[in-house]
């Protein structure tokens, strides 16, 4: 593929998913007024590359151009970084490998893009027909970026996002490798970004769906990815904001028995009791981590020391 400053590279990391050929097929049909052309980029991170065959058939059968990279790591850091080493336009969007572009999709990320070093679009939970009421009541696996109180975006996610990859190439950005196995490596990486000056934006109208899998439904498993995500987010305390990290032992402990009562008093509506206690849940991992300074692993079992947080451009 040639440079092209006008075109936007779309990148699907995937690992062991047949859904990746709905990604594709999604995308395959996204049309952006004022960009030059698209260009999808399919990553796989497995140890062989084992969606190639169904990849290469499905866009034989459609006449679609794909650019297949094997990047052999089981780590989803591997494979961001082969895509931002893969990208020669100034625009690299992400979609995950088990979610499906809404038409709208890669034209409301791109004309939300000027002034942005990344525009972040919501990722809309397709819960299956057997999932707990109170999990696609509450709506709990639904994304939107994490905003402070004055409205900042100060992280986001890679699973729909459109970035400036001329941003990303001056500062020498790159998804940490250590985080790769554990999950937040990509809310680290936009909050670098943040901390390095680069503006975050939002784009309501570039809805991406994600079909929930059963596992995802579990009550063990939402616990899992929401107390990691208060881990991660007491490393990013730590690194950009030393005062609000130390009274995380005294704030936290306060803030856990709240949510928790406030879950005891909504007993009768176990949707919102149940988002009182996920709620918690973030507020316990941010007090382990500051207590013990290890990282919850969630994909495979195993700790990320406190000195191993990576800093921006690490």
Excluded at 248 to 268: E, Y
């Amino acid at each position: 593929m040639k440079d092209n400053e006008d075109g936007i590279s779309i990148c699907i990391c995937t690992y062991r998913r047949p859904s990746v050929i709905a990604t594709i097929k999604s995308v395959a049909t996204q049309r952006v007024p004022g960009a030059a052309n698209t260009h999808t980029i399919v990553i796989d991170n497995d140890t062989i590359p084992s969606s190639k065959d169904i990849v290469e058939t499905y866009c034989q059968s459609q006449n679609l151009e794909l650019t297949f990279i094997h990047a052999p790591a089981q780590n989803i850091s591997v494979a961001r970084n082969a895509a931002l080493a893969a990208t020669r336009t100034r625009w690299l969007a992400f979609i995950d490998d088990d979610e499906r572009a809404s038409s709208t999709w890669l034209s409301a990320l791109y004309s939300n893009r000027f002034g942005a070093a990344a525009v972040f679009g919501p990722v809309q939970a397709i819960y299956p027909s057997n999932a707990p009421k109170w999990l696609s009541q509450a709506d709990l696996l639904s994304s939107t970026p994490f905003r402070l109180r004055n409205g900042s975006i100060i992280t986001g996610y890679s699973g729909n996002v459109l970035i400036d990859m001329e941003f990303v190439r001056r500062q020498k950005l790159r998804f940490d490798k250590k985080f790769g196995k554990l999950g937040g490596e990509d809310t680290i990486f936009f909050n670098a970004m943040h901390q390095l000056g680069g503006h975050l934006a939002y784009a309501p109208g570039a809805i991406a769906y994600e079909e929930v899998s059963n596992i995802r439904t579990t009550l063990p498993w939402v616990i899992a990815r929401r107390y990691r995500a208060g881990q991660t987010y007491a490393m990013l305390q730590q690194r950009y904001n030393v005062r609000k990290y130390r009274q995380i032992p005294l704030t936290s402990p306060i803030k856990i028995a709240f949510c928790a009562g406030i879950a005891s008093l909504l007993a009768i509506r176990p949707s919102r009791a149940m988002w009182w206690l996920m709620r918690g849940v973030f507020h316990w991992g941010m007090l382990t981590y500051r207590l013990n300074g290890n990282v919850y692993q969630e994909y495979w079992p195993s700790v990320v020391q406190e000195d191993e947080v990576p800093r921006p451009n690490s």
